[in-house]
């Protein structure tokens, strides 16, 4: 092999580790899913007054 040789694999391995180890990382275990939509429920806050002072 050639110094050119030996270089492209001291350069492309790392990249390679580190392209499969951040694919792998991803932290979610088990199979991939669409969780449901948050259900709104109704605030218990009153609504703002209307300001009738300038009718």
């Given at each position: 092999m050639?110094a050119i040789a ?11 580790v580190?392209?499969?180890s ?15 939509p ?11 007054a209307?300001?009738t002072?300038?009718?």
């Amino acid at each position: 092999m050639t110094a050119i040789a030996y270089r492209r694999i001291f350069l492309f391995l790392p990249l390679l580790v580190l392209a499969v180890s951040a694919l792998n990382a991803c932290g979610n275990k088990g199979p991939l899913y669409i969780p449901p939509p948050p259900v709104e429920q109704p605030s218990e806050a009153p609504l703002p007054a209307m300001d009738t002072e300038n009718e």
